[in-house]
């Protein structure tokens, strides 16, 4: 979980972020908790990265196909910050369950 909030944090590139995503959340899915706690944290973890990676795809879809395309740059914009809030939510719910604080994920 912390090497995926460090992703979140230092990776600038949208394209490499959302590869980085992608083997956090197949980390988390081969894992299990030890523990119930851990469990459910691991679970609501996984949750808030899935939900970050689809609001990075939605910000390269924004930079990569809505140039000049008013209202669907405005749809992926609206879809980025809804997906990448609830991931910071979540991540941030799930760190605290397991006794980590984490704060600003991003601007989110």
Do not use: C, P, W
């Amino acid at each position: 979980m912390r090497r995926g909030v460090d992703d979140i944090r230092l990776t600038q590139d949208r394209r490499r972020l959302a590869a980085r995503l992608s083997r956090v959340i197949a980390t988390l899915r081969s894992e299990r908790g030890s523990n119930a706690t851990a469990e459910r944290a691991r679970s609501i973890a996984l949750e808030g990265f899935e939900a970050t990676r689809k609001g990075v795809g939605s910000q390269i879809a924004f930079i990569e196909n809505d140039r000049g395309e008013v209202a669907a740059a405005a749809r992926d914009a609206r879809r980025a910050d809804r997906y990448l809030r609830r991931g910071a939510d979540e991540i941030r719910r799930a760190g605290t369950a397991l006794g980590l604080h984490i704060g600003d994920l991003d601007g989110y």
